[in-house]
């Protein structure tokens, strides 16, 4: 495979490496990911994140792990071991089906390598598209609130939502970005207003908690987030806190877009109450824990509930913005993402 480089993934020498998101932003440490035990467990600890990321990232380890010789019974052991990795997010799930159809050519190393390529160079191409969509909606003037991380962190281009705010701060249309903590593990804290500042945008953290005073206050003109999964009905899973934002936004008159890649969408599943939610960890509410050490805030025998994403109605939706271009309600409404 050729050498490869973006924000997050390396594969240098045959060898696929990720940038630690858990290390972020205290330190840039690149780690190993060389075998399908290593990914799988660098994805269930977030290091590495990111819908796109995750199935990227998948695609690659096979078509390296198909170069060094392994079997085609341990290469089909190995994708359906990394399918099972992230139960949410369907990109992981698209590009591993396009990984099986390689999979089944009689050459099937070279199909490995040449489709785990293509989805990488196709990312970063509707990166860029879903970046000029969006920012066409973005008016000049404009303060916008995002919610987790969705920037090249979590893709191999420019990102999906995050991408839309870079594409219109260089448009000359974004005065301010708002940026949600995104409890309970700061993606939004920590990854966010890390990629902000590398890309030179002004920007204000605040506390997941804040947003509807700022709303009131008439300090947001739109929130734009990112989508795991996107159901046929236009139902979206996305990071925990993202409906609690649709419904802010719908009460205050403040358009709410979402930016997500096609291969976000699945069509198999009908609505919201289809997709699967993952339950993480207890202990990634009772404290807090990263490069900086550990701390135990809540009492041990705490009771947890802990769901990575929610589930936002496409009722709530302003705007859907692909790399096909933007999708309105009533366009989804009308059965769009069916097709």
Known sequence: M???????????????????????????RWLPADRVETLVGHIHALRVRGAPLIGLSASLLLALLAERGESHFSLAQALETLRAARPTAVNLMNNLDRMKLALAEVDFVPALVAEAERLVAEDKQLCARIAAAGSALVTPG??????????????????????????????????NVWVGETRPLLQGGRLTAWELAELGIPCQLITDSMAASLMAQGQVDAVWVGADRIA???????KIGTYSLAVLARYHG???????????????????????IEQRAA?????????FGAVQWAPESTLVYNPAF?????????????????????EVAAGCFKL
């Open 283 to 291: 202990s990634e509410v009772t404290g807090v824990a990263g490069s």
């Open 232 to 238: 046929a009905n236009g139902d979206v899973a996305n």
């Open 310 to 330: 929610d589930v936002t109605p496409a009722a709530l939706i302003s705007g859907w913005v692909l790399d096909t271009g933007v999708v309105t309600p009533d």
């Open 254 to 276: 403040i358009p709410f877009y979402v930016a997500a890649p096609q291969t976000t969408l699945d069509p198999l599943c009908p609505n919201g109450e289809a997709i699967p």
């Open 2 to 28: 050729q050498p490869l480089q973006t924000t997050s993934l390396r594969v240098t020498d045959n060898q696929l490496f990720i940038l630690d998101q858990q290390a972020l932003p205290q330190e840039k």
């Open 142 to 175: 404009s303060r916008l609130l995002t919610h987790c991380n969705t920037g090249g962190l979590a893709t191999a281009g420019v990102g999906t939502a995050l991408g839309v705010i870079s594409q219109a701060f260089t448009d000359g249309k974004v005065v």
